[in-house]
T-cell receptor, first 113, second 108 residues
Framework: DSGVTQTPKHLITATGQRVTLRCSPR?????VYWYQQSLDQGLQFLIQ???????AKGNILERFSAQQFPDLHSELNLSSLELGDSALYFC????????????FGQGTRLTVV | GIQVEQSPPDLILQEGANSTLRCNFS?????LQWFHQNPWGQLINLFY???GTKQNGRLSATTVATERYSLLYISSSQTTDSGVYFC??????????FGPGTRLSVLP
């Protein structure tokens, strides 16, 4: 168990809908990262938050947004869903500082039908 | 941003064989990690190794930061080692970039 909790584990929804994925980082970790892994693809960095503020942005679509709350949990909001958004979405957390190990949650498998 | 390459892309082994997976990165990094993604999709931390050598059971890893590569060694492979192995590097701009992975299949 990495200590990073993601909910839900599985999500099936229709095109055009909006969903929210939740991530609770390891206790004390200030940084949260979101990644997308489409079928048989690598992991694409979406966005990073550090102590509530956006720190880095990757290939995140405008239909997607994220935030990190004062209790350090994070949510990834996906709207106007398309079939191509079906993927495994991972959250990772790491402690304060750059040279630190990141730990990943079990992921949320999103299926858009 | 930083580029991360891995080789080979695919590897098929008989149980008991040894293997070496390679990760090359394009720039200086302050974080290098190896992960194993099992068939159920879970990402398991193997090593946090920005430099030097570490060992954990049948697995070991070496990173030569000055030459911008890292190696993952798997000895006496088992069927449970099957899956995809990723390396990921964080540059000083904080982006944590994954390589494309090496898909390992260990046959009984």
């Amino acid at each position: 168990d990495s200590g990073v909790t993601q909910t839900p584990k599985h999500l099936i929804t229709a095109t055009g809908q909006r969903v929210t994925l939740r991530c609770s980082p390891r206790s004390g970790d200030l940084s949260v990262y979101w990644y997308q892994q489409s079928l048989d693809q690598g992991l694409q960095f979406l966005i990073q938050y550090y102590n509530g503020e956006e720190r880095a942005k990757g290939n995140i679509l405008e239909r997607f947004s994220a935030q990190q709350f004062p209790d350090l949990h994070s949510e990834l909001n996906l709207s106007s869903l398309e079939l191509g958004d079906s993927a495994l979405y991972f959250c990772a957390s790491s402690p304060q500082g750059r040279s630190t190990e990141a730990f990943f949650g079990q992921g949320t498998r999103l299926t858009v039908v | 941003g930083i580029q991360v390459e891995q080789s080979p892309p695919d590897l098929i082994l008989q149980e008991g064989a040894n293997s070496t997976l390679r990760c090359n990165f394009s720039d200086s990094v302050n974080n290098l990690q190896w992960f194993h993604q099992n068939p159920w999709g879970q990402l398991i931390n193997l090593f946090y190794i920005p430099s030097g050598t570490k060992q954990n059971g049948r697995l070991s890893a070496t990173t030569v930061a000055t030459e911008r590569y890292s190696l993952l060694y798997i000895s006496s492979s088992q069927t449970t080692d099957s899956g995809v192995y990723f390396c990921a590097a964080r540059d000083y701009g904080q982006n944590f970039v994954f390589g494309p992975g090496t898909r390992l299949s260990v046959l009984p």
